[in-house]
Nanobody, 126 residues
Framework: EVQLVESGGGLVQAGESLRLSCAASGFTFDRYAIGWFRQAPGKEREGVACISNNDGESFYANSVKGRFTISTDYAQNMVYLQMNSVKPEDTAVYYC???????????????????WGQGIQVTVSS
């Protein structure tokens, strides 16, 4: 059974840092790219970042570029999202997801991801 489990969320102040973790199991981890998405209250879910399983290339939404970093630990089947200089507008439920298509075109369409974690809340206070 494919499972993705997020952890590391919580309440932080603006300007601080937070690291989210995604534990993957039930599939051959190094055969898939993994992405992070988020959904703020009253808004649609949006793509945040994705990391290639082929060469480690990473892709970011413009809103987080330069502040967030996605990384993987293939020995532990883990994906991380390091969030620095967080802003109140980063407040959302964050999800990790498995991409089931090649890394072509726009990378952060949620329709291109087939398995999702349950999500974890991140709240940034001003």
């Amino acid at each position: 059974e494919v499972q993705l489990v997020e952890s590391g969320g919580g309440l932080v102040q603006a300007g601080e840092s937070l690291r989210l973790s995604c534990a993957a199991s039930g599939f051959t981890f190094d055969r898939y790219a993994i992405g992070w998405f988020r959904q703020a209250p009253g808004k649609e879910r949006e793509g945040v970042a994705c990391i290639s399983n082929n060469d480690g290339e990473s892709f970011y939404a413009n809103s987080v570029k330069g502040r967030f970093t996605i990384s993987t630990d293939y020995a532990q089947n883990m994906v991380y999202l390091q969030m620095n200089s967080v802003k109140p507008e980063d407040t959302a439920v964050y999800y990790c997801a498995r991409r089931n298509l090649p890394l072509l075109g726009y990378i952060l369409h949620q329709k291109d991801y087939d398995y999702w974690g349950q999500g974890i809340q991140v709240t940034v206070s001003s």
